[in-house]
């Protein structure tokens, strides 16, 4: 009878264990966010955002890549960003894009709402301003009116106005989102899931219709 209720401890406590190590898997797991780039409705290239738990915030790796065929030009875009979080807090961002062959690589270490930046093809700048790159795949991004190119770090200003909540097309079905529009010297519309990420995005480059939109949002849906 003692051995049978050992046995059952022992049972007991390993199913703990690996109960406790499947929710830490689960929690440092992470989560990708996929997008599919549209030119005028034609897939041009996609985007990837790897959000990844750190233990005092998160680490969140971009990677867009681009091809556009116009006439007998075609233009290529490759761009990777690293920004390092702590809570809510943007600390760094290191970038590297070749934009059709102009080569960019910068990056910004933050200290509150201070930043110094510094790289190839950019200028040197120490602002404390609080703007962030224009990185749009969280809904906190839509409460700065001072951003900065991903590419170029060239400083925007903007606002960005909520419009409401309405349903979005994601992968032929519709699925509930916060609108928003962002003008000044950047133009996009913008539209968030419930999970506080970026659903779509659609603005205008040299006179062609520009969207990114969320291939990986089917629990979003209704």
Known sequence: MRQHNWKRTVSGLIAGILAQSAIVSMASAGETLNFRVLKDG????????????????HTVRIET??????????????????????????TSVETTTNDDGTHYSWQASYDGDCYQLVGKGVGKRDACDGAWP?????EDVTTKTSL????????????IRKVGTEN???????????HYIMSGDVQRDLWYGPDKKLLKTSFKRKGYDIDFIRVDAM????
């Open 134 to 138: 224009l990185s749009l795949w969280s």
């Open 65 to 90: 890549l681009t091809d556009v065929s116009v006439l007998f030009l075609k233009f290529h875009y490759d761009h990777q960003r690293t920004e390092i979080w702590q809570n809510d807090a943007l």
């Open 42 to 57: 034609e897939p041009i290239g996609h985007e990837t955002v790897e959000i990844t738990p750190t233990d005092t915030g």
């Open 168 to 178: 979005v097309m994601i992968e032929n079905r519709e699925t509930p989102a916060t």
């Open 148 to 159: 900065y190119s991903v590419i170029d770090a060239e400083p925007y200003g903007v606002e």
């Open 219 to 222: 629990s979003l849906h209704k």
